[in-house]
């Protein structure tokens, strides 16, 4: 008795139906997912247990174990032996083509000429081909050497093998039928013009569209010992067409993409069913394309061959979608290999392969072909900083899984043959223990969907989501719960805070306005010029302090501004102005802030940044939190709170990094004292002048000009947040630092003398592309510097004077205004009255009448000055009017409190300086440190009275240097110290 031949065995048990079987033999089916139920014919059941796999055409009980393909079925259902099973499934198939005539001599009249009719003769060759294949022990032989003896791939794919025994299925060609039915196999390229076929020798593949159209026919030669120079791929004749397993791209919008139609097999047979192919490594064709762009893919895995061509081809065709706005990765085989070679040296396939996507490297933006070399090994490039921030920021949190959030704020996650909809991640807190969702997968095969609520870092409760995911979808457990881990990545990811933005990418134009603005010698008068181009009127001092406080944020230390004036003054509008010339990923801007606010703001959230506060009144709950902010440049805070997965009370740690560089505004008079002297005061010029000059702006900007000079603005905002971003944070060495001065007076001066030495880094760092950027080596590390020069120390002498002046002054600047406005009205009452100024008597009305001041400041300020001694109450009691007397003649120089500053001479008057600046006893030279003492009684009268309220250009010999006369008589004061003191030493 004949053997039935394995490969018929194979193809009854893919190619036949079980699902028909078992319901032709009358038993009921339950439809599962993708599968079927039935009551296992083997065992007693009330409830079906048996499970039917259309997919793989088998069918497992789980209730006795009892398993099988169709043929097994057959046999123990029917109780038939072996070959009459095969005769009962041969019933079911119908004639089998390998012996039936391909054509019969009546129907090539029935084959017309035109698509339709070829379309039908290449199905009926592809049938041929593929019942061939099932009876030919080598071509069996070769797919199980290439490990492709599947079953379904072979029956999906129609897979076939061309061993010359077509034409003996054709009428003979001496007949007209014969010769027809030949010419139109020769048109369609399945036949030569010699008569041989075209595919001889061959394992053929069809690439079948959706509509089940052939488009291109690919053949495989697998005989040994072929003539020198015979060609082992071959494809029908013209272009190529179609796109092989079309059905992957419109499931899933993450693609594998291999070299060639056998690799692509190898991924699916691995388990890896979203796959196509190119045909070689040029053979990526239109329409490949017109598929990805037709059904969105938006993800393309590269599964070229790891070898010079392969590489390659895979960057020219990263670079052809990187432009279809398709993201590319790199599937990297061992040197050498390509998929199916690694498929047949691996143990467990499905596992190796999917390792291997996993680590696919990305591709991103197009590289060169030495580039992918070094993808091939796994070696990482070091590329700059800015280019790696990008292309992580665009890239997908891995391979193979695609992200997108829908107009409705869900987040939809696509894996192979998956699609995942995730609602509810918007309340999951960042670093939470508990992430609560409601999560639906959909079988993209299938169309089934199941939907449920599930904790993503509870194991059970993922366990128990993919054990009902898996029955609803009638897939594998283990791969729902993989699926699940790779969903929980991409979540974490997503729930993470969103990274700081590292502002935009300047282009060369937008580089090179910036840079021409840093290396303007005049840096400082384009700075007041552009400002006042951008509207604000006057303040040129309190705009350019301010500017150079904002520069210092990428120092260690930073300055921190506080501006104060009266309601309406402008004190916001100055604000405004500096911080709008500042990026806007570089300052965070607040109306108020809670007492506990800044602890969780992020660790390093505010590191060389600026935090603006719109008004000292609503920080006060927060003035000691950014007091220590300013002076330790670190908070930490414990706080009590539940644990969200026990619920348990725990302890947390809160840390907020600085530097900050802190700018807030005031209206009050009495503003926190150890907030205060941390700030550099600015004052807003509140004169009737200044006024003026605002109304003037303001009616100028209803104009056509304003008009186009409010265009102006922007383009001024934007050139200077430009250079801004240029600026780098350097050391800063100021090499004249021995030789500066200061007040030593209080002991509040010895904060006041840190803002003055972070005003000159400011400036120097301002002008880094000025200078020389200097280098030193230290305990191997290189260390970058910039160096202060004179001019640096020049205009920081100009702006401390007026700034920290009004610092260190004992009176608020309102206040002191408003002692020099009565003061100039009691001369003129006494000068009326003929009287001495002591013996004028005045009231608030007088005050109020001669200065347009609101009732309420006078209250507030004569308070203040009464309370300072500067004014006398007379009266006030039940039925006298109260009235003022001026205690203070305007003589000495309380209007001004910070002397002691010199500015470095030039190396001509270097010696001049030295003799100026040092005692000499017995041959000893003083000290070179801060010469300034205390000063009292007529030491203090001594010192100069500088120019308050001058613009910094224009002060002329009121520059703010300390005057021969007083500079001698601290010299002298040193003297003396230097004899008193018993070793003769410098003290």
Aim: hydrophobic share 40%.
């Amino acid at each position: 008795m004949a053997r039935i031949p394995e490969a018929e065995l194979q193809h009854l048990k893919a190619a036949v139906s079980l699902v028909a079987v078992v319901r032709a033999q009358g038993r009921q089916v339950f439809k599962k997912g993708k599968n079927f139920t039935v009551l296992c014919p083997f065992h007693d059941e009330k409830t079906p247990s048996c499970v039917l796999s259309p997919g793989k055409n088998l069918y497992h009980c789980f209730g006795c174990d009892a398993g099988g393909s169709v043929l097994d079925w057959v046999m123990y259902t029917e109780r038939l032996s072996l070959r009459k099973a095969v005769e009962r499934l041969r019933g079911e198939l119908g004639e089998n083509p390998v012996v039936a005539p391909l054509v019969a001599q009546d129907e090539p009249e029935i084959l017309e000429e035109d698509e339709a009719g070829r379309q039908a003769l290449l199905n009926r060759v592809v049938e041929f081909y593929h019942h061939t294949l099932l009876n030919a022990p080598e071509a069996v032989a070769y797919l199980e050497k290439r490990r492709l003896n599947h079953a379904e791939l072979v029956a999906q794919f129609r897979l076939g093998f061309a061993n010359r025994t077509l034409a003996y299925r054709l009428p003979i060609k001496q007949v007209q039928a014969g010769a027809k039915i030949r010419a139109r196999l020769k048109a369609a390229g399945i036949m030569r013009e010699t008569g041989h076929e075209h595919f001889t020798g061959s394992l053929v593949v069809p690439v079948i569209d959706l509509n089940g159209q052939i488009r291109e026919m690919y053949g495989r030669k697998i005989t040994s010992g072929l003539r020198s120079g015979t060609p082992l791929h071959l494809y029908l004749p013209g272009a190529h067409g179609g796109v092989w397993n079309e059905a992957a791209l419109q499931a899933s919008q993450v693609v594998i993409l291999c070299e060639s139609l056998i690799d692509a097999m190898s991924f699916w047979v691995a388990g890896h069913r979203n796959v196509t192919a190119a045909y070689g490594v040029n053979g990526f064709t239109t329409a490949h394309v017109q598929a990805l762009q037709q059904y969105g893919t938006k993800q393309v895995l590269i599964a070229f061959d790891n070898d010079a061509a392969g590489n390659e081809a895979a960057v020219k065709l990263a670079a052809r979608l990187a432009g279809l706005g398709v993201e590319t990765f790199r599937v990297v085989f061992p040197a050498g290999m390509d998929a199916n070679g690694y498929l047949c040296q691996v143990a467990e396939p499905d596992m190796a392969f999917r390792l291997l996507i996993e680590s696919a490297e990305p591709m991103g933006e197009p590289v060169q072909a030495v580039e992918v070399a070094k993808l091939a090994t796994h070696q990482h490039q070091t590329v700059p900083e800015s280019e790696t921030a990008s292309s992580l920021a665009a890239a997908p949190a891995e391979p193979g899984v695609v992200v997108e959030t829908s107009p409705s704020g869900e987040l939809e996650i696509g894996l192979p043959g998956q699609q995942w909809r995730i609602r509810g991640l918007a309340q999951v807190k960042a670093g939470s223990a508990v992430m609560k969702i409601n999560a639906q997968v959909i079988d993209t095969a299938s169309g089934v969907m199941f939907a449920d609520s599930v904790d993503m870092m509870s194991a059970r409760s993922r366990a128990g989501y993919a054990r009902m995911a898996a029955a609803e979808l009638g897939l594998a457990e283990g791969d729902l719960k993989r699926s699940l881990g790779r969903v929980l990545l991409v979540l974490e990811r997503q729930s993470e805070p969103e990274p700081e933005s590292a502002g935009p990418e300047l282009d060369e134009a937008q580089r090179a306005d910036a840079l021409a603005l840093l290396q303007d010698p005049d840096l400082i008068g384009r700075i007041t010029a552009d400002l006042a181009a951008c509207g604000v009127v006057g303040e040129s001092s309190n705009l350019v302090a301010g500017y150079l406080a904002a520069v210092s944020r990428k120092l260690d230390r930073p300055l921190a501004v506080l501006i104060q004036s009266s309601s309406a003054a402008g004190k916001s509008s100055l604000m405004d102005a500096v911080l709008n010339l500042i990026p806007p990923e570089e300052r965070l801007q607040y109306s108020a802030m809670t007492g506990q606010s800044l602890y969780y703001l992020g660790e390093t959230n505010l590191q060389h940044k600026i935090l603006a506060i719109a008004e000292e009144e609503g920080v006060r709950q927060a003035a000691y939190a950014l007091k220590l902010l300013q002076s330790e440049g670190e908070l930490t805070i414990a706080s009590t709170g539940k644990e969200e997965a026990t619920g348990n009370l725990v302890t947390k740690q809160y840390t907020v990094k600085g530097p900050v560089m802190l700018m807030l505004t005031t209206t009050a008079i009495d503003v926190d004292e150890e907030l205060l002297n941390r700030c550099l005061v600015l004052t807003v010029n509140e004169s009737r002048e200044q006024t003026e000059a605002i109304h003037a702006r303001q009616r100028y900007a209803q104009t056509l000009e304003g008009l186009l000079a409010e265009s102006e603005k922007g383009y001024l905002t934007a050139l200077h947040q430009n250079a801004q971003r240029l600026l780098r944070p350097l050391n800063v060495v100021n090499p004249f630092a021995s030789q500066l001065t200061f007040m030593s007076d209080k002991t509040r001066t010895r904060r006041d003398h840190m803002k003055y030495l972070t005003l000159i880094q400011s400036i120097a760092l301002l002008h880094q592309y000025q200078r020389e950027v200097k280098r030193v080596e230290h305990r191997g590390q290189v260390i970058e510097y910039l160096e202060v020069t004179r001019e640096d120390i020049a205009l920081a002498n100009r702006l401390a004077h007026e700034i920290l002046g009004r610092t260190l002054d004992e009176m608020p600047p309102q206040t002191r205004k408003l002692l020099l406005l009565i003061q100039g009205m009691v001369a003129q009452l006494a000068l009326a009255q003929n009287k001495q100024p002591g013996e004028v008597r005045f009231t608030r009305r007088d005050i109020r009448n001669a200065t347009n001041w609101s009732d309420s400041q006078l209250k507030l300020h004569c308070q203040r000055l009464s309370d300072m001694e500067y004014l006398l109450i007379h009266g006030g009691s039940r039925g006298h009017l109260l009235q003022y007397e001026l205690l203070w003649d305007g003589q000495t120089p309380d209007d001004a409190h910070l002397c002691g500053l010199i500015d470095v001479p030039e190396a001509a008057k270097k010696e001049e300086y030295d003799a100026r600046k040092s005692g000499s006893v017995n041959g000893k030279s003083g000290s070179s440190l801060a010469q300034v003492e205390a000063k009292s009684g007529k030491v203090k009268t001594a010192q100069a009275k500088p120019g308050k309220g001058l613009p910094v250009a224009s002060r002329g010999k009121a520059k703010n240097t300390v005057p021969m006369k007083e500079k001698n008589t601290h010299r002298n004061h040193n003297a003396n110290r230097i004899r008193d003191s018993p070793s003769g030493a410098d003290i």
